[in-house]
């Protein structure tokens, strides 16, 4: 009993810690600055996944015209977006195609005297993996069940919309996908373990559908709100048994 007891403890630390993680990458990776000497060339580096889009804007500032030329890379070295002269700002956005190393280039090489400040704000989207929710789709017969378009909606008007959210709805997915379509295949085969496995998750569709009445207006939020949820679960799926079966072996004893 101790035993699990602890293990609820490390996995509610785990959960927190996770989401901190989640929530210092997506911070820490919002705007880069960059000062371009003149005559040379600066890059920046972004390891992206097939199927990210990646939207940036830029910014430039110094010399009489506030340009430099810019240009993208993908991990073959072949352009995605060709050298062109950029002033002063400017919107762009590219998809990987394959997984690997994308690199930004900024060019001063054309200036004799003036350095540039370049400044680029950008956004990942990250593409959700697989179509649907399986197992909740083979719980309730119908991936029109109003479960699932709940589902689906929370999944892409509110968790994907966040940096966050999408890193970790593709941590997510990575392991859900890889015992979700086994799952869904017994619940199709046995009547009462899919009657078993609709009960078991209602609760947490229920503590998901809190998402859809809250305002979510920042990663931090996004977070905020995160850990509620993975906490809630916990408590309802784990500490709040093992308490009652503490309780009830304690009566018994008695």
Not at 229 to 235: A, F, M, P, R
């Amino acid at each position: 009993m101790k035993f699990k007891i602890y293990g609820l403890i490390v996995i509610s630390l785990l959960s927190i810690i996770t989401s901190l993680e989640i929530f210092r990458m997506s911070e820490a990776a919002q705007v880069e600055t960059v000062d371009v000497s003149p005559g040379y060339i600066q890059t920046i580096v972004f390891n992206l996944e097939k199927g990210d889009k990646f939207k940036g804007s830029l910014s430039v500032a110094g010399g009489s015209g506030n340009d430099v030329n810019f240009m993208v890379k993908d991990p073959d070295g072949d352009p995605i977006i060709p050298d062109r002269r950029v002033a002063e700002g400017w919107n762009f956005e590219f998809n990987a195609n394959s997984n690997g190393a994308y690199t930004l280039y900024f060019d001063n090489s054309f200036s004799v005297f003036s350095s540039k400040q370049v400044s680029i704000s950008y956004d990942i989207e990250k593409p959700a993996l697989g179509g649907g929710c399986l197992i909740a789709t083979a719980a309730f017969g119908s991936e029109l069940a109003p479960q699932i378009q709940m589902l689906r909606e929370t999944r892409d008007h509110i968790v994907m919309h966040t940096q966050s959210g999408a890193a970790f709805m593709t941590a997510f997915n990575s392991v859900y996908y890889s015992f979700a379509p086994t799952v869904a295949d017994w619940e199709r085969q046995n009547p009462i373990f899919k009657e078993v496995v609709k009960t078991t998750i209602m609760p947490l569709i229920t503590t998901l559908s809190i998402l859809n009445y809250v305002d979510i207006d920042s990663e931090a939020e996004m977070i905020g709100y995160g850990i509620g949820v993975i906490l809630l679960n916990i408590g309802m799926y784990f500490v709040a048994p093992v308490a009652v079966i503490w309780k009830l072996r304690s009566k018994f004893q008695n």
